[in-house]
């Protein structure tokens, strides 16, 4: 159905820091709903810390981050390092909202797999999460 | 009626077969390919519009609007550092701002102090300016007059102890309470419907408002002590009629929460103003505002009889729609923010904001400022708009659209009272879905073209646009921290404890908690420390994920 994969595709949406503008990462829980995911939209206020055991408890495939105060540079590198604390090398970590366009291969270098821009289309992530979860 | 050529173009527009689809609004409202005057069949100018600045002041608040007074050019002047926002702020007025608005960053909006563990990595962030204590406020204010320019201060939750700030500030400059200009945003409402940035559950937040609002009105007439803002909500979503209508019931919300606490309503409803956002849709835009001035001023008059003229006035500040503005072809957005800021001076602005065109990648360049701000000026001293007061009154469309968004807003207020009024609408989480289906429904038509966006689902073309952007400051965070630090080393902790314990009974008591708070600034307690002892006592909100 989803090429080869049985499961259907778990996804968690979050915000992390003190940032409150949650309305793309309410916008992107729906659309990956609509798209046939299971969504746990954990919501704003997370840390590092709160966001990795999460997706640890729900064994999710992967990890959407929504910035939009100018904090990806400083929470990317804490959730990257959490992650493999925890031995989540299989899940995947997005993200998208507002900041430069320059900063964001060095987003992906930090270890964010993929990073959309403000106005990406859902096909495009939908797309790219269905070709890209980790088995 | 009878003229053949418009019964020709009528009959036209009845038959000519489109996607209707295509011709609604952002509200959603079906638009018609012609409007006559069947479409305000029980028009009467004196009820329904009346002269401008005459009730019900649907074509205005003032008799003569920019003919008499320009609407004021308010631009944000709020970065990082208190002393870096105070110089910016002065450079604004030198470049013709006649008021200005300073942002918070993400730590103190959200009642941190720079040293707060929460608060690492974010301290400066989102193009706010970090308050920990009177030192902040006093640098961001050294030097401005403040009895002439006008400050908003775009502050929610953290009101009380940013106005005791402010308060604290004027007296060191000898300035009279009763000649501070200014307004304070302090709007909780929306904070729980849509920008989020609340740390108490509403009520006793509400409690904390109403302090506010007594303590200005009996000391600064002349201070606007809460902004209502409907922005937010637009920015979270909420389509125009929706903005409309729920900064409406929130307005009401104050009048009725200020009249419940013993205060008469004409002496604090003509200080209450309002904050909108100027969308896309033109004349829609313009209906908002021509159909938010009646509702307000019927309802202040009739429902909670205000007797003074001032009170029925709606008194708004404008900023475009930063939520409009795309990554894609980033200077497109001076187009986007010149046709909106147009179409909020045509539907008679008090205050005016222009975004600048880089703020879907990062806080505004002062090249991209200084765009924006020319952008209102040219408006005003080019264009010839301002030349006559309220151009559209008595078109047909504007009038039939101004009617719409009132009787839908109608529907709206009917819909939250039976929820049980505003707050019980916020604990039932009926706004948070609402605006979360808006802007899902949104995403959805550009997404499948139904809503286009140039350069973004239409027109697209390949080649990336390089803009000059801001860099923020590394070390600023550092310095911020440091500087707090010495402060909180140099000062008399046993006064300190002395002036938290007495914040913390007045919170537990019922008294206007304004006059401890100015004493705890002034004894350099810090905001982080003073909202920590709210939050002991009142406890945190934390809102169901509702999307």
């Known amino acids: 159905m989803i090429k080869g994969k049985k499961k259907k595709i778990k996804a968690l949406v979050t915000k992390v820091g003190l940032d409150g503008h949650d309305r793309g990462a309410k916008v992107v829980a729906s659309m990956l709903k609509e798209a046939g995911m299971e969504v746990i939209y954990l919501g704003m206020y997370q840390m590092p810390e709160n966001i990795v055991k999460a997706a640890l408890d729900e064994d999710v495939d992967v990890i959407g981050l929504s910035y939009l105060s100018g904090e990806h540079l400083i929470f990317t590198p804490l959730i990257v390092e959490e992650m493999k604390k925890n031995g989540l090398d299989n899940v995947l970590l997005v993200a998208g909202g507002t900041f430069p366009a320059e900063d964001i291969p060095i987003m992906e270098e930090m270890g964010i797999d993929k990073v959309f821009r403000a106005g990406s289309l859902t096909e495009s992530f939908v797309e790219y999460i269905r070709d890209n979860v980790k088995e | ?547």
């Open chain 2, 1 to 547: 009626m009878n003229n053949p050529d418009y019964m020709e173009a009528k009959k036209y527009g009845e038959d000519i077969s489109l996607d209707e689809e295509l011709y609604r609004n952002l509200s959603g409202f079906h638009i018609k390919s012609l409007y006559g005057p069947e479409d305000i069949p029980k028009f009467d100018y004196g009820t329904d519009l009346g002269l401008p600045g005459e009730y019900p002041f649907t074509r205005g608040i003032y008799r003569t609007m920019y003919r008499g007074k320009p609407w004021t050019i308010r631009q944000l002047g709020s970065l990082g550092s208190p002393s870096e926002a105070n110089r910016r702020i002065r450079q604004l007025i030198q470049m013709g701002s006649t008021g200005v608005s300073i942002c918070l960053d993400m730590p103190t909006i959200m009642g941190r102090d720079s040293d707060d563990p929460m608060s690492e990595g974010e301290v400066g962030s989102c193009g706010g300016v970090a308050i920990d204590s009177l030192e902040d406020m006093r640098n961001l204010l050294e030097g401005l007059p403040l009895d002439e320019i006008s400050i908003n201060f775009v502050s929610n939750s953290q009101s009380p102890v940013i106005l005791a700030m402010f308060v604290a500030v004027a007296g060191e400059q000898g300035i009279p309470l009763a000649k501070l200009n200014g307004t304070m945003q302090n709007d909780i409402l929306k904070e729980y419907q849509a920008q989020k940035s609340y740390y108490f559950p509403p009520r006793p937040s509400m409690r904390l408002t109403i302090d506010t609002l007594r303590f200005c009105s009996e000391n600064m007439p002349l201070f606007n002590p809460i902004s209502i803002s409907g922005y937010h909500l637009a920015s979270a979503g909420a389509t125009p009629v929706q903005e409309l209508a729920f900064t409406l019931a929130n307005g009401f919300t104050y009048i009725e929460e200020g009249i419940k606490a013993g205060l008469s309503v004409d002496s604090f409803a003509p200080r209450l103003s309002f904050f909108f956002k100027a969308h896309n849709d033109f004349f829609e835009n313009i209906a908002k505002f021509r159909a938010a001035r009646r509702i307000w001023s019927r309802t202040i008059r009739e429902k909670y009889k205000a007797e003074d003229p001032r009170s029925w006035r709606f008194r708004v500040h404008t900023q475009t729609s930063g939520s409009s503005l795309a990554a894609q072809e980033p200077e497109n957005n001076i187009m986007r923010v010149t046709i909106q800021a147009l179409s909020a001076v045509l539907a008679g602005t008090q205050s005016l904001h222009t975004n600048a065109f880089d703020e879907a990648f990062s806080i505004p360049t002062p090249r991209s400022e200084k765009l924006a701000l020319r952008a209102q000026q040219i408006i005003a001293r080019e264009s010839g708009v301002i030349n006559t007061v309220d151009p559209l009154g008595g078109s047909y469309y504007i009038e039939a659209l101004t009617n719409e968004m009132e009787s839908v807003s109608y529907e709206y207020f009917r819909e939250i009272e039976n929820l049980g009024g505003v707050i019980s609408a916020i604990e039932k989480g009926f706004y948070q879905s609402a605006i979360a289906d808006s802007a899902f429904k949104y995403q959805e038509e550009i997404e499948k073209k139904k809503r286009i966006v140039v350069g973004l689902n239409e027109f697209v073309t390949d080649e990336e646009m390089d803009i000059e952007l801001r860099e923020p400051d590394p070390e600023f965070e550092k310095q911020k921290v440091a500087d707090l630090t010495a402060l909180k080393k140099n000062r008399d902790l046993n006064v300190v404890k002395t002036c938290l314990s007495e914040v913390r009974q007045v919170i537990q008591g019922s008294d206007n908690v304004m006059p401890v708070l100015i004493k705890a600034v002034k004894s350099r307690v810090t905001l982080g420390e003073i909202i920590n002892v709210m939050r002991d006592i009142f406890g945190e909100f934390r809102e169901e994920s509702i999307y």
